[in-house]
Structures are given as structure tokens and as C-alpha cells.
């Protein structure tokens, strides 16, 4: 069975700095898809950056971006010039790709991310 | 830009009762999903659902627990007799077949069991 790990609980960083989330899984597939969300105290789950296995160049989104270690099975997320909105909870997910079958996203435990001024 | 709705935001019920949870995913997707999560804990799957029957489900959706897809547009998680335990917040999400197979959350609906 998949399992994500996230080993930071909580995080802080002052604002316009930077800041790194990590992530490992397990997985024996060679072929999958990874995604990072963000959940504010509202509590919507909303879809931050996603990865596929196959590609080796890092996703990026603005101020968002990941660095992919598919040997490591390392998932980290990189924040730059971070801002007070970025302040949330951060999922990381594993998913095995579509076979025609709907696959589920496995969460890890989570990262709290604090901004401060 | 097409999101994914759920009905209702907030429902409180007496334990044993009966609860539907209602989503709308968005209209071209063919997968959809629930997922739950305890309050402090992390997101949980339940089950998905593609072309009008269970793909997949855990070991939390019990006997207890039922989806349907009663029209072309919702999707619904029946609860039929809730524990303390149901108490939670449950999100529908959806996704399409294609290259971006994100999968798309609602706002969740939160419940609580009394």
C-alpha cells in the first residue's frame, strides 16, 4: 500500500521569505501522479501544484514550485516570497494514474504553515 | 470556472438518524470521490465512484454507508444510521479522464453527531 509522509507537523516563516514543506511516499508503481494542496481555516481543500512521475522537470506555479526526487521518493514544496494568505494546512497526495478506474488520493498527515510579519 | 458545490455547509444530527450529503461535481467529469476528515486529522478516503458503480472503497465504508447517483448532475452520500464517530467534514470531489487527472474538491459539508 501507498503511504505518504510528511515530518513536519508545523512550519513558520516571516513574510517575503521562503519556506520548504517535505514529503516522502512509499510506492512500488513506476507511473503516478502527485499533488500538493492547501487548506485554510475555511477548511476547502484547494489544489496547489501536481507532479507527474514520468516528467523530470519540477512543477512550478508562480511562487509555488516542488522539487521531484523519483529515486528518493521525495516531495518537497517550496514557497517563495511567501504572504500572509499562504498561511494553512499543507496536504501532500499520492495517486496511481486513471485505469479505468477511478483511483484515490492518498493524504499524508499534513504541515501547518504559520506567516508572520 | 467550473467548481464542484456540496449541500449542505453544516448539518447536525441525533445519532441513529439518517443523513444524505448532496454534491454537484463539475459537469464534464466521469470519477468522483468522497473523502472524510476527522477534525485535527488528515483527509480520508471513502470511496469512488465511475459509471454508476463503486470503483473503490475503504474500510470505513461500511454497510452503513451508501452513494448514488440519482440524476446526471449529484452525487450523494447516504449515511443511514450515524455513529458519534461520523462526526466529520466530507468532501465530494470529481475529476475527468483525461491528461489532468486532478481531482477537484467541494467546500465539504461539516457534520456533527450529537
Known amino acids: 500500500a501507498q503511504t505518504v509522509t510528511q515530518s513536519q507537523p508545523e512550519m513558520s516563516v516571516q513574510e517575503a521569505e521562503t519556506v520548504t514543506l517535505s514529503c516522502t511516499y512509499d510506492?512500488?508503481?513506476?507511473?503516478?501522479?502527485l499533488f500538493w494542496y492547501k487548506q485554510p481555516p475555511s477548511r476547502q481543500m484547494i489544489l496547489v501544484i501536481r507532479?507527474?512521475?514520468?516528467?523530470?522537470q519540477n512543477a512550478t506555479e508562480n511562487r509555488f514550485s516542488v522539487n521531484f526526487q523519483k529515486a528518493a521518493k521525495s516531495f518537497s514544496l517550496k514557497i517563495s516570497d511567501s504572504q500572509l494568505g499562504d498561511a494553512a494546512m499543507y496536504f501532500c497526495?499520492?495517486?496511481?494514474?486513471?485505469?479505468?478506474?477511478?483511483?484515490?488520493?492518498?493524504f499524508g498527515t499534513g504541515t501547518r504553515l504559520q506567516v508572520t510579519l | 470556472e467550473p467548481e464542484v458545490t456540496q449541500t449542505p455547509s453544516h448539518q447536525v444530527t441525533q445519532m441513529g438518524q439518517e443523513v444524505i450529503l448532496r454534491c454537484v461535481p463539475i459537469?464534464?467529469?466521469?470519477?468522483f470521490y468522497w473523502y472524510r476528515q476527522i477534525l485535527g486529522q488528515k483527509v480520508e478516503f471513502l470511496v469512488s465512484?465511475?459509471?454508476?458503480?463503486?470503483?473503490?472503497k475503504s474500510e470505513i465504508f461500511d454497510d452503513q454507508f451508501s452513494v448514488e447517483r440519482p440524476d446526471g448532475s449529484n452525487f450523494t452520500l447516504k449515511i443511514r444510521s450515524t455513529k458519534l464517530e461520523d462526526s466529520a467534514m466530507y468532501f465530494c470531489?470529481?475529476?475527468?479522464?483525461?491528461?489532468?487527472?486532478?481531482?477537484?474538491f467541494g467546500p465539504g459539508t461539516r457534520l456533527l453527531v450529537l
Open positions: 510506492t512500488s508503481e513506476s507511473d503516478y501522479y
Open positions: 470531489a470529481s475529476s475527468d479522464r483525461g491528461y489532468q487527472e486532478t481531482q477537484y
Open positions: 507532479q507527474e512521475a514520468y516528467k523530470q
Open positions: 459537469s464534464n467529469h466521469l470519477y
Open positions: 497526495a499520492y495517486r496511481t494514474p486513471l485505469g479505468g478506474t477511478a483511483s484515490k488520493l492518498t
Open positions: 465512484f465511475y459509471n454508476n458503480e463503486i470503483s473503490e
